[in-house]
């Protein structure tokens, strides 16, 4: 379901049927922390231009998104009454555009995990075989979109965390440039990574919604000031003289052989259509070394960031004797186990013991391997690979601790767009045993154009767009 | 034994801005508990920093001041610690480069001027208020997020008196610049001092305590003498002196231990990824330095070279900016600056003190109390009549409409003069009978019944030049 579906209906019967739908299928796949009640929303459309380019369009926002007055959780124990006192300035900048949020979409535990299972509220489960994981840490946006409720919904994305889920459940994962959209009013993971992003089902919406979202914000001192495309009306099909760079390192890593083959027949069309596409390999070392670099800095940066949680101000709290022990008390029972142990990696890493050959080098190496990246970004309009080398693991069969060593690379290749900051997309192209499969591809910072570019011409060959999933009640 | 005494002094100034470090919150003090506070200063998920410019411009005036080198590219860090007073679990402050770094000033010493070098100046964001009772804890968020810039000496301070100018000095040089407050007593600057003893001759520092939360300038040096007898007791029983922090008891006039200090805190400072470097333009610090204020030394200076003024009066008068600036203003409409200080130091102090008037709310109008002066060395009126005039000056009135009103005008023209000389001479012949036979009194008398026939408005000197010459003449 594309954002031009229904609107021949009125806003009313089309905020209702998303938020049927919704329930509906909440009990198979849990995507729902909170059901908003739109009547408050609808009633403001009337100060709203019609023509507004989200007008009255039903949406989902992922847990950590804050809302003013309404249940914030990030999917989170400690947060799990905590109701915000302002907007995220994304959510004034959609109520602006017109679009009507239907629901608050669960989350791994304050954007930690990949799976979707690390969420206070329980696992999300995806919209094409309920038995599978929805990939997280966006699990619940992202098959809130898959399952047809709404036609986009809104992620953030720290290491794939929208591209990720987006592949798992066949739907557009878009993460645009470091500072082209505020991150004002957001769940932080990590500062220096996090990244809104979204899921539609179609390219013209990606480019469509990056025009609402994107802009300076003062609130934000790492929002560009780099003036916003009109992406949707630019965006151009022909793509002859692209230079399309295949990541080879990440493709080694595809066992599966219909993935394999399905990746290869895209690349022949893309040839077919003018497109130039080479091979190319980074380092295999500097390679290897991304997933380790980014629990380093990810989980330093978010020991900091939820330091904030202590329950004295807001939030789940514990008594305890002192002030001390209020803050100890409420920690240990508002985190997951998963999370602390997370905290306790990141606060490692930056003992003073052990900061210079943790976390400092864990800095320097992110630099190598940005740099590698753009060397090859200087040659080629954007770099491509599969965005999984598998299709959604079973639930029982994953979890986030169990990562192995085989699949580091070809799994893990996604946090390239969050170390640079560059634009990345993943579009869905193809089923593999019902299951669907995607690639993903990532350009220069602020090329986000060329993306949407290319994408439209791969949906074009996929003839994907608006698609998504039946759920049976 | 004889001990050298060796102190460091770390001071935090509230910086005078608007609105807080990273937020647009109002500063405040005084206000209702937690109503100068938004999201970002109780620490809300998804609050972002964004740096205050104007927090930025003023410490810049003050690490030129205290002439530190400055980092054009400023860059903030996190400060990790749990503790119900820090919000974010953090405190944003400049750990790994400070604003201002390598500076020194000049203190007044009995044996003359000394220099104390600055190790280094910092910006950072202030902590909440909390009160606690045996009810709990309560806590006021209004000055969280203020900001403040941290001012870090070198150990070149020997001796408790020697840290109390060091503190005034600071202390006049910022309010100068208008940087801070400076209020020592409502917490706008506050002082920690690092105390040591070591033997006289030796180079190794001994172990150091910290006295905290010093209320006052003269408790700066009260707690530091204090803290350097306790040690040296210490020492000559040969007992050793433990690290730790201390607070001064002001009616126990002492220093009692509030916490042992057991290895140093890992604070996990790491750089703060909301805030991106941001590199300060020549041209803008060019223009904030160019555009600072004559600091107190250099004012002093040109008070005693351009003004002729002695040591006293300038000090006076530097020591205190707002009636400094006032006598500049009058100096700028008389040039007899020797009387425009008198005036100032001595009668407009005076006249302030007797309304209850601050010297920042000053009514006199420095151009009213210039015209004044020059009315008295015009002869235009006497030095007693100016009394008057002040009075009037000082409820914010015109000299000249003031002497015209009261009619006050002194009378210097001669020839208008001399008519009521001839006739006041004409009615006392028994006057001029004794002047002649020498009793010099009678010209006193004669002058007083000009004056009493001119309403007081004769020229004095005048008058009694005109009857000495008419009296010859008889």
Not at chain 1, 424 to 435: A, D
Not at chain 2, 217 to 233: L, M
Not at chain 2, 336 to 365: F, G, S
Request: with cysteine; aromatic share 6%.
């Amino acid at each position: 379901m594309d954002i031009k579906t229904n609107t021949l209906e009125s806003v009313e019967t089309r905020i209702q049927k998303a938020i049927d739908k919704a329930h509906a299928s909440q009990d198979k796949l849990n995507a729902v922390v909170s059901f908003i009640d739109p009547c408050e929303q609808i009633e403001n459309l009337k100060a709203i231009d019609k023509s507004a380019p989200l007008y009255g369009v039903p949406m989902a926002l992922k847990d950590n998104i804050n809302t003013k007055g309404i249940l914030t959780t990030a999917s989170s124990r400690i947060l799990d009454n905590y109701v915000p006192v302002y907007d995220a300035t994304i959510v004034k900048k959609l109520q602006q555009a017109g679009a009507i949020s239907i629901a608050k979409a669960s989350m791994d535990e304050l954007g930690m995990g990949g799976t979707n299972k690390n969420a206070y509220r329980g696992e999300v489960h995806n919209a094409w075989d309920t038995s599978r994981i929805s990939g997280g840490s966006s699990g619940g946006s992202a098959v809130l979109v898959a399952s047809g409720v709404v036609p986009f919904a809104i992620g953030t994305d720290t290491g794939d965390s929208v591209r990720k889920p987006a592949a798992f459940n066949g739907v557009i994962g878009m993460k645009p440039t470091y500072g082209r959209i505020s991150r004002y009013g957001i769940i932080p993971y990590a500062s220096s990574l996090d990244h809104v992003g979204y899921f539609t089902t179609a390219i013209e919406d990606a480019a469509l919604l990056l025009e609402v979202l994107a802009g300076r914000d003062d609130q934000d001192m790492t929002s560009s000031y780099r003036k916003v495309e009109t992406y949707a009306s630019n965006i151009n099909a022909d793509i002859s003289g692209k230079k399309i760079a295949i990541i080879d390192n990440v493709q080694e890593g595809v066992e599966d052989s219909e993935i394999k083959a399905n990746f290869q027949a895209l690349m022949d069309k893309l040839v077919a259509r003018g497109a130039i596409v080479e091979h190319i390999r980074f380092q295999d070392n500097l390679m290897q070394a991304l997933f380790p670099t980014y629990y380093i800095l990810a989980n330093a940066e978010a020991t900091a960031n939820h330091s904030n949680l202590d329950g004295i101000r807001f939030g789940m709290r514990e008594d305890g004797e002192s002030v001390e022990d209020v803050m100890i008390h409420s920690r240990t029972k508002g985190f997951s186990s998963y999370v602390r142990k997370r905290f306790v990696a990141g606060s490692y890493s930056l003992f003073v013991e052990n900061q210079e050959k943790v976390f400092r080098k864990a800095q320097k190496v992110r630099r190598l391997i940005v740099e590698e990246v753009q060397k090859t970004l200087d040659n080629y309009d954007v770099i491509i690979a599969s965005a999984s080398g598998n299709i959604a693991p079973l639930s029982e069969n994953s979890a986030d601790e169990a990562l192995s060593n085989e699949s580091m690379v070809t799994e893990n290749h996604m946090i390239i767009g969050n170390f640079g900051g560059f634009p990345s997309i993943t579009i869905p192209t193809g089923f593999v045993k019902g299951m669907p499969i995607a690639i993903n591809m990532s350009a220069n910072a602020f090329d986000e154009q060329v993306l949407f570019n290319i994408g439209k011409a791969i949906e074009e060959e996929t003839k994907l767009k608006g698609n998504d999933s039946e759920v049976k009640a | 034994m004889n001990y050298e005494t060796v102190i460091g002094i770390e001071i935090h100034c509230e910086l005078k801005t608007k609105t807080k470090m990273f937020s647009s919150a109002p500063t405040s003090f005084g206000e209702v508990a937690n109503t100068c506070v938004n999201e970002i200063d109780l620490g809300h998920p998804g609050t972002l920093p964004c740096v205050n410019k104007e927090a930025v411009r003023l410490a810049l005036l003050a690490a030129t001041a205290l002439k530190c080198e400055i980092d054009p590219l400023i860059k903030f860090d996190r400060k990790n610690y749990y503790y119900s007073d820090l919000p974010k679990g953090f405190q944003i402050t400049q750990q790994f480069h400070p604003i201002g770094s390598g500076g020194n000033i000049s203190i007044d010493t009995p044996n003359g001027k000394k220099n104390i070098r600055i190790n280094r100046m910092h910006m950072e964001e202030d902590t909440a208020k909390q009160f606690h009772s045996d009810a709990g804890t309560l806590i006021d968020f209004n000055r969280a997020g203020t900001p403040l810039v941290e001012i870090v000496s070198e150990p070149d301070i020997r001796s408790g008196a020697e840290a109390m100018a060091y503190v005034e000095k600071l202390r006049a040089l910022l309010y100068y610049l208008g940087v801070s407050d400076v209020k020592m007593e409502e917490g706008s600057m506050r002082c920690d001092v690092n105390v040591s003893l070591r033997e006289v001759g030796t180079q190794k520092l001994g172990t150091k305590t910290e006295v905290k939360n010093l209320n006052s300038i003269s408790n700066v040096q009260k707690a530091i003498d204090a803290e350097v007898a306790r040690q040296s007791a210490l020492l000559d029983q040969g007992e050793r002196v433990i690290q730790a922090t201390r607070r001064y008891d002001e009616t126990q006039k002492t220093t009692v231990l509030m916490r042992k200090k057991e290895g140093d805190v890992d604070y996990k400072f790491f750089p703060e990824p909301n805030i991106p470097p941001i590199l300060l333009s020549d041209a803008w610090i060019k223009e904030i330095q160019d555009g600072m204020e004559e600091l107190p030394d250099e004012r002093k200076e040109r008070y005693q070279s351009q003004f002729a003024l002695n040591d006293y009066d300038a000090d006076v008068l530097v020591a205190n900016r707002e009636l400094s600036n006032f006598f500049d203003e009058v100096c700028l409409h008389t040039k007899n600056y020797k009387k425009a200080a008198n005036w100032t130091i001595v009668e407009v102090i005076a006249a302030l003190n007797k309304a209850n008037i601050k010297i920042a709310d000053n009514p006199c109008n420095p151009v009213y109390l210039a015209v004044m002066i020059n009315m008295v060395d015009n002869g235009e009126i006497s030095g007693k009549q100016a009394k008057e005039v002040f009075e009037e000056i000082m409820l914010g009135k015109d000299p000249q409409k003031v002497v015209e009103e009261k009619g006050m005008k002194q009378m210097s023209d001669s020839s208008e003069l001399l008519t009521l000389v001839t006739s006041v001479l004409d009615n006392n012949p028994q006057s001029i009978e004794d002047f002649k036979n020498g009793k010099d009194r009678a010209v006193g008398f004669l002058v007083g019944q000009v004056m009493k026939a001119s309403k007081g408005q004769a020229n004095p000197a005048m008058t009694n030049k005109l009857i000495a010459e008419e009296l010859k003449k008889r």
